[in-house]
């Protein structure tokens, strides 16, 4: 527009001084006057000339210059988004890019204690998981914990974080997106059909073995392998998920705690789920990675057996014949029938059916699972040498004879039956030595942690 106005004045003026020039000749001759004025007119024409030659020239470079940096500018964006993709690096997206991507929270996929997660596809074309996470405080906290741990693991049995979503105000949502697992949690695969929870299938002992190895791998990175040692804190067979060769990848890190290579417990509020809780949480000060490789046994007798690690089971009175509900532990249960040498006994009986299972294998799972859930943590193998044994590269000992906490046992609510996360309030808990829970082997479950109140 600028140039569009100088180039206009410009052919004016020159105009004007041709036209003067013209008038000047007619009246004034070839007079002295008139060359003059011929002479200042066409030092003029040539001034103007000139002006807009090198005006022109200057926009025409400007204009180059400015092309330049916006195409370089633009292929340092690609590059630099390129480069966050490759290291990881979690983009942030608007709320408006997410409505989009699940088509307005629609297709919901599943449904955790901070929020629901959703199915989605980004303008890319990648699927992805979104969950939302609700709560003000707590979700703030374990958004927190999520981004800060997620965000710095590359490992192939860990989840990628593609982005996140901050709240804009205090009291709104905050969203995390995953990279979508196409076979969804691990214990729709390995639990029977439960009515309120599909079932997507049988997982072969094979698969499930190899299961075994990959969530050892993916904790032996958390806990070895970074810069801080990162605890997960919620494993359970809901945040183990499956991709499209049943290869898990471990997830949901809203309760991990990061804490220095030299620090060896820490003192922590009680977080995690019933069930999985390892019992230092409550008898010891503070907590360690040794916890997750508690809750990493407890997974491993839950995949065995295809059953959860304290269930209720219908028993009839002997006496009056009456039915009753009574809560069974697993544990309990595989130590016995190890040491009883009947260990098929409680293998997941579709698998017996299908006669897939390799016997030597079970023992060996069962074996490092009863070592993981120590009631000692000092006495559990740490996940490096859980992952040696599976792999067949160090001998797996027979357990010791020690006591195991069975925390919760006698829960009055159904969560640790279920897997579902609850908040636990310890003031609510007390810690008993009930005798008749001694177990007569290896695993003696002689503490019971109980709520005083039930809820
Ligand atoms: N990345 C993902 N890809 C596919 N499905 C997912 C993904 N993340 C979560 N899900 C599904 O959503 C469910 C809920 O996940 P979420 O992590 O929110 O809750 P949870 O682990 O079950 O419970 P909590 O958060 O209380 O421990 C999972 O069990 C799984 O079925």
Redesign the pocket.
Known sequence: MEDKKANIIASVCIVVLVVVIIAARVSLKLSKTFYLILGVDISLILAVICFLIIRNRYNRERKLLVSRFVSEGRELRIEYSFLRKVAGVPTKFKLEDLEEATDGFRSQ?????????F?GVLKDGSQ??V?RIEGEEKGEREFRSEVSAIASVQHKNL?RLYGYSSASSANRPRFLV?????N??L??WIFPDRGNRRSGGCLTWDQRYQVAIDVAKALAYLHHDCRSKILHL?V?P??I?LDENYRA?V??F??SKLIARDESRVLTDIRG?RGYLAPEWLLEHGISEKSDVYSYGIVLLEMIGGRRSISRVEVEETRTKKKRKKLEYFPRIVNQKMRERNVMEIVDQRMIEANEVDEQEVMKLACVALWCIQEKAKSRPDMAMVIEMLEGRVPVNEPPDSEVVVVDLLAADDDATT???KVIDIPRLQIQRERQFRLPSICSCSSIISPISPR
């Open positions: 996929i599943g449904k955790g204690g901070s929020g629901a997660v199915k992805v998981a969950k989840v995953y990279d979508f697992i196409v969804s949690s214990d729709i919620d359970k809901e945040n998920l990848v997830t949901d809203g309760l789920t897997g579902v996360r």
